[in-house]
């Protein structure tokens, strides 16, 4: 009598797919998410005026992974823009995928579309190059403009390259965001993808992890210039105090009508200019030709604040 053995089956590679996932932690942006997102929806008015071409866009997905697994999804070759992002201090990545690349230069040249269908992998003209470093350099630019209100940045090209395999932004296991945007400009579509390292934006780290309640990030500025022009015309109370004294409880208590209290003022003293009780300047006292006293402003007594730079909504 022969007693089965129990099966074990073989799950090795589950477990350490499991412990190399576990590896990496990947904290979750909202605001940069913000961002891209109102940045997606301000490019296609951009790229209308750059093209002259209707243009939609979409942004297809955000993710969090490693620089390593962020390369090795783009396709070989692609126009990749190494791009400086200054005020950061940081690197990021600008790919044009090249169906995108050559939709562009069809659109440029006054050329039709080309047929459906794989096209043979080819490494890219200097023309090619130079349309889609152009293209880059103006997409970037609405880009720096919606991170604008958040984290103010300018975005430089550094150079370009076609082959993501040889391209190194950051340590190949270090955490990166991925932005794939998806844009279609006359029946042609392609895909936009931005590769942005966490060392690229170490510094703004704090301001992009926060959570967006709602309000305006740039771009539509037309409620505050409404504001601006409610505010003014609003009325406001003014008062003008020409002096101020502290007299003891005593001494208020044993006032009779027609006393005259000494508050050593002087006719040239200037008053002091309040409202909503703060102190707003010093003026000198005169009178008009028509009798009505009036003030002449003198001197500034606050400091005008400014607003943070985080976020201002």
């Known amino acids: 009598m022969s007693?089965?053995?129990p099966i074990h089956p073989d799950t090795r590679a589950v477990q350490e797919l499991i412990v190399e996932r576990a590896k990496y932690s990947?904290?979750?942006?909202?605001m940069l998410e913000v961002v891209f997102d109102r940045f997606s929806l301000s490019l296609a008015q951009v790229l209308k005026s750059y093209l002259g071409a209707m243009a939609d866009i979409s942004l297809k997905k955000i993710d969090y992974l490693t620089c390593q697994d962020a390369l090795e999804a783009l396709p070989d070759p692609a126009l990749i823009a190494v791009t400086e992002a200054e005020s950061w201090g940081g690197t990021i990545a600008t790919i044009l995928q090249p169906d995108l690349l050559y939709s562009i230069l069809e659109i440029t040249f006054g050329g039709r579309a080309v047929p459906g269908g794989a096209r043979n992998p080819r490494t890219f003209t200097a023309i090619e190059k130079r349309v889609g470093q152009g293209f880059c350099e103006e997409v970037l630019k609405e880009l720096s403009g919606a991170?604008?209100?958040?984290a103010p940045v300018s975005f430089k090209i550094d150079h370009l390259e076609t082959n993501p395999k040889g391209l190194l932004l950051?340590?190949?296991t270090s955490a990166?965001?991925?932005?794939v945007l998806s844009i279609e400009i006359e029946d042609r579509s392609g895909e936009m993808v931005f590769v942005l390292p966490n060392t690229a934006f170490e510094k703004v780290s704090d301001v992009l992890s926060q959570h967006f309640t709602g309000g305006q990030l740039g771009g539509d500025t037309g409620w505050r210039l409404k504001m601006t022009d409610m505010l003014g015309g609003t009325n406001v109370a003014m008062a003008a105090v020409m002096c101020?004294?502290?007299?003891?409880m005593r001494d208020v208590l044993s006032w009779v009508p027609g006393q005259v209290l000494d508050l050593g003022m002087q006719v040239d003293d200037p008053v002091t200019l309040c409202c909503a009780g703060k102190e707003l300047a010093r003026a000198e006292v005169g009178r008009r030709k028509n009798g009505r006293v009036a003030l002449k402003f003198m001197e500034?007594?606050?400091e005008e604040e400014e607003l943070p730079n985080v976020l201002r909504d």
């Open 3 to 5: 007693v089965e053995s």
């Open 26 to 30: 990947y904290a979750r942006l909202p």
């Open 147 to 150: 991170f604008a209100n958040v």
């Open 170 to 172: 950051a340590p190949p």
């Open 176 to 179: 990166c965001v991925r932005a």
């Open 244 to 248: 101020q004294a502290s007299i003891p």
């Open 300 to 302: 500034k007594l606050y």
